[in-house]
């Protein structure tokens, strides 16, 4: 059985910084492609970052592009969100996302065939 698990949300001030994790089990993802979304609290799922197999590539959304940096390590099957600079718009539930198929990373729901549970992240004032 395929699982994530995050691990590394709380509450945080403004401008701080968290770095997030999350760990894969029951398969490598080490062939894959992975990513990380986020759910604020009536809104929609939204991208927040992927990864391409390699760590290579990686993709961003512009609401965090320069601020949060997405890393793996593929020998511990783990992918992470090491975010920056944080913003109360950054305040929501985070869950990482794993495609069976892919090499390069999606930027939609989609194209992902695993998630996680997800961590909150709560940025305050």
């Known amino acids: 059985q395929v699982q994530l698990v995050e691990s590394g949300g709380g509450l945080v001030q403004a401008g701080g910084s968290l770095r997030l994790s999350c760990a894969a089990s029951g398969r490598t993802f080490s062939s894959n492609a992975m990513g990380w979304f986020r759910q604020a609290p009536g809104k929609e799922r939204e991208f927040v970052a992927g990864?391409?197999?390699?760590?290579?590539?990686?993709y961003y959304a512009d609401s965090v592009k320069g601020r949060f940096t997405i890393s793996r390590d593929n020998a511990k099957n783990t992918v992470f969100l090491q975010m920056n600079s944080l913003k109360l718009e950054d305040t929501a539930v985070y869950c990482c996302?794993?495609?069976?198929?892919?090499?390069?990373?999606?930027?939609?729901?989609?194209?992902?065939?695993?998630w996680g549970q997800g961590t909150q992240v709560t940025v305050s004032s």
């Open positions: 990864i391409s197999w390699t760590g290579s590539t990686s």
């Open positions: 996302a794993a495609t069976s198929t892919r090499l390069r990373p999606a930027i939609t729901v989609a194209g992902y065939d695993y």
